[in-house]
């Protein structure tokens, strides 16, 4: 074996010192461009799977295996709904302005009296040549339904109080 010089030591050092950056220099390149497309995807997992940030559009998507491979799916966005309601409304507030200025103003009075029938009422019929009012009264058999319904209620509510009699007696 040859003795070791400084020069060999040296030179062994730089070569030693270039590999470190060539090799750290890949890595940091490898870094900033994790995905293809010089970096523009930046994944994260998560326990369904890989949440992937689209750095140009902003676009979020959640990407799972399934049977065929991984499929991503679109997270969806809740500001681009919200700014979709909010021009929807400030249309909305802008057309109703315009229909207020070239509206006729209201005054507090008005000058025609309002009408005193209910145009939902329902009038009682007029006899023809008569003004008498008609009333239709129930039938016999509803007479006779209404009746049925309130003994039942009675005997119910009868029997009702006869148990709570019961109860309250047998506990004393």
């Known amino acids: 074996m040859r003795p070791v010089t400084s020069s060999t030591t040296s030179w062994l050092a730089a070569a030693a010192f ?10 940091k390149a490898a870094q900033s461009a994790p995905d293809g497309e010089n970096g523009r995807y930046s994944m994260t997992p998560i326990p369904e799977g890989v949440l992937r940030l689209d750095t140009r559009t902003g676009t979020v998507s959640t990407c799972s295996k399934n049977g065929a491979g991984w499929a991503c799916y679109a997270v969806p966005d809740e500001r681009t709904a919200l700014d979709a309601e909010i ?8 057309k109703l302005k315009g229909q207020l200025a070239a509206g006729p103003t ?38 006779d339904r209404v009746m049925s319904f ?9 029997d009702m109080a006869n148990r709570v009699q019961k109860d309250v007696s047998g506990r004393i």
């Open 18 to 27: 270039a590999a470190a950056m060539a090799v750290s220099g890949g890595l």
């Open 87 to 94: 021009g929807r409304l400030q249309v909305e507030v802008e």
């Open 150 to 158: 309130l003994e039942k209620a009675w005997r119910r509510l009868i």
């Open 106 to 143: 209201v005054s507090g009075k008005i000058d025609e009296a309002l009408p005193k029938s209910d145009p939902l009422k329902k009038e009682p019929r007029v006899a023809e040549g008569e003004r008498k009012i008609e009333i239709p009264l129930p039938s016999d058999q509803d007479v």
